[in-house]
């Protein structure tokens, strides 16, 4: 048991931070969103029917959607451009690992099953993390339209507006202003974590360059 939380310790806390901030996100959401309610002269909800409510679906999967955008752009601009000196680019003037065929070791009694396999599931596995980060990018962007467009009605109807389909919010500046704003702030975080790990350095952590590494070193090396 020691080993299993020594070997998934990082995986463990991560998910351990993200269903208490989830559990502060509804619980606070949820008190936010009665305040408006009582302040409209409208029924307020308990937690359940918050949960399904478009307002908490949409502020959860506007977040997620930039989220799983930045990740999966983020590997597949690091496996063709550059960063000279960055912890988090490969060497433009080196051979890295990750570039070998994986067809080489099809013989290999370790590599993955695909590897073995070879023909199209190789294809696809040797993109498969690029490809799942992107799929999670596209149900998370379908979802955060379908909450907003319910919360969207919601208040329309509160206000004798015309109500739209998920296609038609998709079509408002609403939608965009809200992915757009969590878009922005993304891609801002991982050019300052590809630039800083340049210069500064996290001893012990995989993320920086080794601390006596000099700043044109690039990678982790």
């Known amino acids: 048991m020691g080993n299993f939380f020594r070997n998934n310790g990082l995986t463990l806390v991560l998910l351990i931070l993200f269903a208490l901030s989830l559990v ?99 294809k696809l596995y040797e993109n498969s993390l690029a490809l799942a980060l992107f799929a999670l990018f596209g149900l998370s962007f379908i979802l955060h339209a379908a909450g907003g467009a319910s919360a969207y009605n919601e208040e329309q109807r509160a206000h004798d507006g015309e109500t739209v389909s998920i296609l038609g919010y998709l079509a408002t500046a609403r939608f965009w202003f809200e992915s757009f704003q969590n878009w922005q702030s993304e891609f801002l975080s991982i050019a300052a974590v590809v630039v800083l790990s340049i210069f500064l350095r996290q001893r012990a952590s995989p993320e920086s360059k080794p601390v006596a590494a000099p700043h044109a070193a690039t990678g982790e090396r």
């Open 24 to 122: 502060g996100h509804s619980i606070t959401g949820m008190r936010e969103y009665n305040d408006d309610q009582r302040e409209h002269g409208q029924e307020t909800v308990s937690y359940p029917e918050y949960l399904v409510t478009g307002a908490f679906v949409e502020s959860v999967f506007e977040n997620w959607e930039s989220e799983f955008l930045q990740m999966g752009l983020y590997v597949l601009l690091t496996a063709y451009l550059f960063q000279k000196g960055s912890a988090e680019s490969k060497d433009p003037d080196g051979e890295e690992a990750v570039d070998e065929d994986p067809r080489q070791a099809r013989d290999n009694p370790d590599a993955p099953w695909p590897v073995h396999r070879g023909g199209l599931v190789l």
